[in-house]
């Protein structure tokens, strides 16, 4: 995991659960997914999840509300895989994935797989 502005257990051990790198350093290079905020050319700003900076699906990437939780775990959910390790880069991490709603789904994950 690579982070610029502190150490975070909580995200590192979603990285491992969900099998993604996180990361807040825009420099790390390819990366799978982006999730920010972009400025209009009319000063408003707007949420971007998208694989491709250069390639936006309107519908699907771009958001007038801030997303919520959940919609930000399935879209990193999208891009992850068993056998290779998604690049995720978030332009804040607080914002988008608040530590104590990823500790709670954390817990979630925890229960689930002790009920099996």
């Known amino acids: 995991m690579n982070m610029t502005t502190k150490t975070m257990s909580v995200y590192d051990k979603l990285a491992e659960a969900l099998n993604v790198e996180l990361t807040d350093d825009y420099r790390s290079g390819a990366m799978d997914l982006e999730i920010g905020t972009w400025n209009t050319a009319d000063g408003y700003e707007v949420h971007v999840i998208t694989s491709d900076a250069r390639n936006l699906e309107w519908e699907y990437d771009?958001?007038?509300?801030?997303?919520?939780?959940?919609?930000?775990?399935?879209?990193?959910?999208?891009?992850?895989?068993?056998?290779?390790?998604?690049?995720?880069?978030?332009?804040?991490?607080?914002?988008?994935?608040?530590?104590?709603?990823?500790?709670?789904y954390l817990d979630e994950l925890k229960d689930e797989n002790e009920d099996e």
């Open 62 to 104: 771009v958001y007038y509300y801030e997303p919520d939780f959940n919609t930000v775990i399935d879209r990193i959910k999208d891009v992850s895989y068993p056998d290779d390790k998604a690049v995720i880069f978030l332009a804040d991490f607080d914002q988008y994935l608040p530590e104590y709603e990823v500790q709670d």
